[in-house]
């Protein structure tokens, strides 16, 4: 019974203590902040009604933490920040005369997935690596190679090499036809805006504001150029530099022989819109002339066989019991 009180007791001196330390733990909490309270209350007294007559200087500029704004997904802040690194690495062991031309091509094809020479590079470097490691894969048993893995492999290393630059060429040569078939149309309105009275730059704006094909799109660059101060045949001899496209380049041509002679932007409009027209014709004819000699490979590896197969198929069980 006495030790049961004597715990008792001991319990209420030890909770009592923990109450007055927390107590003198508050009050000190409070005499401080009250403390500070107080000099902030004087500084600003001084700072906004006190004139300071001591010192000229100008108050020190209190710096702000502004916390970062995160922007984009999670694979775009990671995975493809990564593959952009690695890609900026890789090209720069890019030849210069290799980079210029890759270059060039990426800006006739108008950037693909906003890559440049750097990039480029670095995917080509990446499918050869990738077509190095499937061959070794393929081919990893060294003592027991065999024809077959040794010509797959081969095959796998050539794809992966000359798969990036038959992508390119494929959208070189889509972005050029397409300013092909759309040139003959861009001269007509170009000739009916000169014959309503417009002029040429005018024109220009006309059918740059109403097409948004790639070849508005460079119209539209080429204005963007004249309203920086670039004189008219320079831009339009930079589009043609830039797109390299051969029917282009020739009206650019006339166009800047033209306002060098004085001759009337109409007539030279008109003729050089006939001109065009009768290409696309002569073209469409040359390109429906290819499409006989493109057919005899399926019909000679597809169609043929099923032929053969149907008209000599009954045949041969005739033929077997002959024998």
């Known amino acids: 019974m006495n030790l049961d009180m004597i715990d008792a007791n001991l319990l209420f001196v030890i909770v009592g203590m923990l109450l ?8 000190v909490l409070g005499v401080v902040r009250w403390v ?26 209190i710096r ?18 990564w593959f952009s690194s690695l890609f900026k690495f890789l090209g720069r062991f890019a030849p210069r005369r290799m980079a210029s031309q890759i270059e060039h091509k990426l800006t006739i094809a108008g950037h693909p997935m906003n890559m440049h020479a750097g990039d480029f590079y ?21 003592t027991h190679l065999e024809a077959t893995s040794a010509l797959i492999g081969i095959l796998i290393i050539a794809v992966a090499y000359l798969l990036p630059n038959s992508w ?22 170009l000739s009916v805006c000169a014959s309503a009275g417009l002029g040429f730059d ?13 070849l508005g799109l460079e119209f539209r660059r080429v204005i963007h150029e004249m309203e920086m101060g670039v ?21 650019i041509t006339i166009i800047v022989q033209a306002e060098t002679m004085g001759m009337s932007y109409a007539d030279v409009l008109h003729s050089q819109a006939a001109q065009m027209r009768i290409l ?37 069980p005739t033929i077997i019991t002959l024998f």
């Open 202 to 214: 005018q024109s220009l704006q006309k059918i740059a504001s109403y097409w948004e094909s790639d």
């Open 64 to 81: 702000r933490i502004i916390p970062r704004e995160i922007n984009g997904s999670f694979y775009k802040r990671t995975v493809a920040s």
């Open 231 to 251: 004189a008219r045949p320079i831009a339009l001899k930079n589009m043609a530099e830039r797109l390299d496209v051969d029917d282009l380049s020739r009206f």
């Open 168 to 189: 390119l060429n494929s959208k070189v040569r889509a972005k050029q036809d397409e300013i092909r078939r759309g040139l003959p149309d861009a001269l007509d309105m």
């Open 122 to 142: 670095a995917l080509r470097l990446i499918f050869l690596i990738a077509g190095l490691v499937g061959a070794f894969l393929i081919n990893r048993d060294l």
């Open 36 to 61: 500070k309270s107080g000099s902030r209350i004087s500084t600003r007294l001084e700072q906004f009604v006190i004139a300071d007559q001591t010192t000229s200087e100008p108050p020190p500029l």
């Open 280 to 316: 696309r014709q002569y073209r469409a004819r040359e390109i429906a002339n290819r499409l006989p000699a493109k057919m005899i490979v399926p019909l000679a590896l597809l169609i043929f066989p099923a032929l053969i197969a149907v008209i000599l198929g009954p045949v041969i």
């Open 20 to 27: 007055a330390l927390l107590g003198i733990v508050v009050i």
